[in-house]
Nanobody, 115 residues
Framework: QVQLVESGGGLVQAGGSLRLSCAAS????????MGWYRQAPGKQRELVAI???????DYADSVKGRFTISRDNSKSTVSLQMSSLKPEDTAVYYC?????????WGRGTQVTVSS
């Protein structure tokens, strides 16, 4: 199993920046990929960005050019640098890890972007 703990959410004005971090513990050597999802009120959880072990990152179209994901395998962390934030980025952001085809989730961190 893997445990994921997020940090770094908060309130920011539109156009501002935030950095989210996630630390993994447990069976970290078996992690296949790590990333971030988000869920806005009344909407389904959606992929924001992901980094598999191959290192090829993937982003949602809505965040391309504004968000950057990075993964440090030596520290078992994944971070999400968010810039040019928009009110529609407001959501609970969840850290994600895939371990032997089983998804694991953090508890989530709230990101609120005011207009």
């Amino acid at each position: 199993q893997v445990q994921l703990v997020e940090s770094g959410g908060g309130l920011v004005q539109a156009g501002g920046s935030l950095r989210l971090s996630c630390a993994a513990s447990g069976a970290i050597s078996s992690i296949n990929s790590m990333g971030w999802y988000r869920q806005a009120p009344g909407k389904q959880r959606e992929l924001v960005a992901i980094v598999p072990n191959s290192g090829r990152t993937d982003y949602a179209d809505s965040v391309k050019g504004r968000f950057t994901i990075s993964r440090d395998n030596s520290k078992s962390t994944v971070s999400l640098q968010m810039s040019s934030l928009k009110p529609e980025d407001t959501a609970v952001y969840y850290c994600y890890a895939l371990l032997r085809d089983i998804p694991y989730w953090g508890r989530g961190t709230q990101v609120t972007v005011s207009s």
